[in-house]
């Protein structure tokens, strides 16, 4: 059965992976957004990782962001700083930038965790928040935090253990209203090898970031957001 159940997932993931390919000749969005009956827009919060994402999805990787308070070609707006987490995402600052850019029917798409998870207990400073979320705004779902490259270069404290701890938690912790996108099964649970890492063993290649976005927005066709 775990054999079947693994090519299972397997399968889904070529063809993620081969849509993936043939939408992002032009970084895939605008195809993506032409279709969706969805008007209304995404706005994600994160960290260093969606930084690299923000800048792989809008082709501007070279500019090698710090952070981002933008909006994409496609009107969704991105939050995201490196080195940051859970004290970072609730301050003042950024709940009324996320405040200042939501409107009802929009959908909020949480990107954090990875600079927070080697802090086990966190995940109930997360869940708590997510909660007020719920009740506040439309929409909310929440990413996995995905794996880490765990290797002598690398320059990250943080295991991959401690990541599949992470997600577990949040996973049977997370408010009824919150989605789950849980793109570290379908990626380096399922084939550790289609993950690259850039040196840091922190962050991923600029391929692996859009493989990664278009597994989040598979999962916010599936979840109807």
């Not at 200042?100 to 400073?125: A, E, L, Q």
């Amino acid at each position: 059965m775990m054999k079947k159940m693994i090519s299972g997932l397997m399968a889904v993931l070529i063809v993620l992976i081969t849509v993936a390919t043939s939408c992002f000749a032009d970084h895939g969005i605008t195809a993506y957004a032409a279709t969706s009956a969805h008007a209304a827009k995404t706005i994600y919060i994160g960290d260093s990782r969606a930084v690299d994402m923000f800048e792989a999805v809008t082709g501007t990787e070279k500019e090698q962001k710090a952070e981002v308070h933008s909006y994409d070609q496609n009107g969704n707006y991105w939050i995201a700083r490196n080195y940051m987490g859970y004290k970072w995402m609730t301050a003042d600052a950024q709940v009324k930038e996320l405040d200042s850019v939501y409107h009802r029917g929009d959908t909020v798409v949480i990107m954090m965790g990875v600079n927070d998870c080697r802090f086990h207990k966190r995940y109930k400073w997360y869940t708590r928040y997510l909660k007020k979320m719920a009740k506040k705004y439309s929409h909310v779902a929440y990413v996995s935090v995905n794996a880490i490259c765990q290797t002598p270069a690398a320059s990250t404290k943080t295991q991959n253990g401690d990541v599949c701890l992470w997600n577990y938690h949040i996973y049977n912790s997370l408010p009824g209203k919150v989605k789950w996108f849980d793109t570290y099964a379908y990626t380096y649970a399922v084939n550790p090898s289609l993950m690259k890492f850039t040196d840091d063993g922190m962050h991923y290649q600029q391929n692996t970031s859009l493989m990664i976005y278009s597994l989040i927005l598979w999962y916010k066709q599936c979840t109807g957001l």
